[in-house]
């Protein structure tokens, strides 16, 4: 962490018997707060890592992004998502969605999740109607996580306490590292 940018930090140039190991920073997101503890959590598989500055959450897939695909209904003129089944693993405030009839519009982004009601929120009206319509949402590299996640809907695994015991050891970093102070020792 520097300041509100979320980095990743990688082995550049491997160290030798003779000199360390070069580090480099890549920038893979910004928080929304300038100071405070950062606390990082992750799967333990290499897929994600869940961070929380205090106020707010984010998921930061490792590998990229990845896509979402559910069942949902759509109606003409309005802004909802009918879920099917539980809320699928995977989607979150702010990722981009696309269905296979083309009733969403291009750009269209997931503003809100009802896990009591299994209903999400998009930005754009759909266009048609079709009450099973196959819905992709790709979620960006780096996420803000803005509600809880709990309800009816709410998927088994990303309930309290369940999120927390899988997802592996709590890190916590603080801010204002500099890249220059980093040292790796073999």
Known sequence: MSGNTCCLVSVDISATTTSLAALKLTSVGTLLTTEGQVSIRDNNAGGYAIISDGPNGYLYQINGSAPA?????????????QLTAQIPIGIAIGMTLSDANGYIPSGTTLTAIDYNTGIITMSSNATGTDGTDSITGN?????????????????????PPTAIKTCGPRRTYFRGVAADLIVVQI
């Open 69 to 81: 695909t559910f069942v949902g209904g759509v109606t003409t003129g309005s802004n909802t998502i």
């Open 139 to 159: 979620l960006g590299t780096f996420t803000r996580i803005s509600d809880g996640i709990s309800g009816a809907f709410a998927p088994a695994s990303l309930k």
